[in-house]
């Protein structure tokens, strides 16, 4: 019953590096998502994913791409990271036909770039 | 489109007193809303969601909010605070419409004195 799960858990970069952020959901669901969360700024979407196939942006999609690799998985790539990327990342998923019943959360990604 | 404004980023409450975190939204057309959860160093749970009916929710541990469609706004409350109840509470609201996604406030952190 793991839900959705991202790795890795903690990451630090150099300014320029290059990294994946995986995240997987057991939950049959159709939509995925990609926050990032700040001091005092609640949480961001960076892409989601609305069902397997396609990917939209969100409200800070800059520096960032991301893949729907299946049903289960979609990950967010940084090309070259940069400090401003410092940031608590996480990963959701829902049902996708109603949002009513909300998102499930994985347990993030602290990443630091120096 | 839909915003939401919680009006306080930190809450100093005693134990075992009475607690309200404040939540206004935003909104041209009818909502969901949401409390979600996050303990230190997870990621977000549900706590309590609004969708139609009884203006008065219930949720986990205790909590429960007040929808309140006059003055836009989805107070959370609990009589009686524990320790076990210090995290960050995030409000959030999302459209009727399936293509809608969940907008997340800027946080409440909840901090319990013993």
């Known amino acids: 019953n793991a839900g959705v799960t991202q790795t890795p858990k903690f990451q630090v970069l150099k300014t320029g590096q290059s990294m994946t952020l995986q995240c997987a959901q057991d939950m049959n669901h159709n939509s995925m998502y990609w926050y990032r969360q700040d001091p005092g700024m609640g949480l961001r979407l960076i892409y989601y994913?609305?069902?397997?196939?396609?990917?939209d942006k969100g409200e800070v999609p800059n520096g960032y791409n991301v893949s729907r690799l299946n049903k289960r998985e979609f990950s967010l790539r940084l090309e070259s990271a940069a400090p401003s990327q410092t940031s608590v990342y996480f990963c959701?998923?829902?049902?996708?036909?109603?949002?009513?019943?909300?998102?499930?959360f994985g347990s993030g990604t602290r990443l630091t770039v120096v | 489109a839909q915003s939401v404004t919680q009006l306080d980023s930190q809450v100093p409450v005693f134990e075992e007193a009475p607690v309200e975190l404040r939540c206004n939204y935003s909104s041209s057309v009818s909502v969901y809303l949401f409390w979600y959860v996050q303990y230190p160093n997870q990621g977000l749970q549900l706590l309590l969601k609004y969708l139609s009916g009884s203006t008065l929710v219930k949720g986990i541990n205790g909590f429960e909010a007040e929808f309140n469609k006059s003055q836009t706004s989805f107070h959370l409350r609990k009589p009686s605070v524990h320790i076990s109840d210090t995290a960050e509470y995030f409000c959030a609201v999302a459209g009727y419409s399936s293509a809608s996604k969940i907008i997340f406030g800027s946080g409440t952190r909840l901090s319990i004195r013993p």
């Open positions: 959701a998923s829902s049902d996708g036909s109603t949002v009513d019943y909300g998102y499930t």
């Open positions: 994913s609305a069902s397997e196939g396609t990917t």
